[in-house]
């Protein structure tokens, strides 16, 4: 069974830049992606890495604003989080699988997630 542990949600304005990383114990995971949800919508996703750190997918809405990274040696990923909007405010989890995928029925394996907050 693989854990799934999210940090650095919080509070950023409109502009600003947030840091999230996401941990996964267990088996090393091929994909990790960070998918959100605000309140009143369904989950989306946002970006995805496979293990080796060359493949990315991104959301459109996020290209050029967020960038994830992998530490595979901690099986691990982090998503950097620039320019930052209101409409970026979402619970944001990050899941795990063996498909690289912006298909959430794809990952395995889910965190808690981790709430970002972005104020105008």
């Known amino acids: 069974q693989v854990q799934m542990v999210e940090s650095g949600g919080g509070l950023a304005q409109a502009g600003g830049s947030l840091n999230l990383s996401c941990t996964a114990s267990g088996d090393m995971l091929y994909a990790i992606a960070w998918f959100r949800q605000a309140p009143g919508k369904e989950r989306e996703f946002v970006a995805a890495?496979?293990?080796?750190?060359?493949?990315?997918l991104y959301t459109d809405s996020v290209k050029g604003r967020f960038t994830i990274a992998r530490d595979s040696a901690k099986n691990s990923a982090t998503l950097q989080m620039n320019s930052l909007k209101p409409e970026d405010t979402a619970v944001y989890y990050c899941?795990?699988?063996?498909?690289?995928?912006?298909?959430?029925?794809?990952?395995?394996?889910w965190g808690q997630g981790t709430q970002v907050t972005v104020s105008s």
């Open positions: 899941g795990g699988g063996g498909v690289l995928s912006g298909r959430g029925d794809l990952y395995d394996f």
């Open positions: 890495i496979h293990w080796g750190g060359e493949i990315t």
